[in-house]
């Protein structure tokens, strides 16, 4: 049987939030968001594509950067309203030039940097 990007449920913009991992580390590298089109986009080229609200447009992670993610597995949640996609990233994935996005703690005392932008 084969799998029917329909078949996940997106919000009103038609859009479905995407959590990226690592797929040898597990640390979380971002999230984005995709459409029907982009999630059928990633299953077929094996190469990440969000769609970039901003832009309003198909975005192919690390086509202009370099910083590719290949696809390695695409798993969808228990209520099929949230992706991951465990990623073989190449360079950094946040756009500050870290390897996540989530660099930042946040306790009581404040916010902590976790780890600084690559060379």
């Avoid at 991992?21 to 986009?41: F, K, P």
């Avoid at 769609?51 to 228990?78: I, N, P, Y």
């Avoid at 990623?87 to 930042?104: D, E, I, L, M, W």
Wanted: hydrophobic content about 40%; proline content about 3%.
């Amino acid at each position: 049987m084969s799998f029917d990007p329909d078949s996940l449920v997106y919000n009103e913009q038609g859009l479905i939030p995407v959590v990226a991992q690592d797929a040898v580390t597990n640390q979380v590298l971002m999230v984005a968001w995709m459409n029907s089109e982009a999630v059928m986009r990633t299953l077929q080229s094996k190469r990440v594509t969000y769609w970039s609200r901003s832009r309003q447009a198909f975005w192919v992670k690390g086509e202009t950067s370099g910083h590719v993610q290949h696809l390695e597995e695409l798993r969808v949640d228990c209520d099929r309203d949230c992706l991951l996609v465990r990623v073989r990233q190449v360079g950094p994935a946040c756009h500050t030039n870290r390897k996540s996005c989530f660099y930042t703690a946040v306790d009581l005392d404040g916010e902590h940097e976790l780890m600084a932008p690559e060379d």
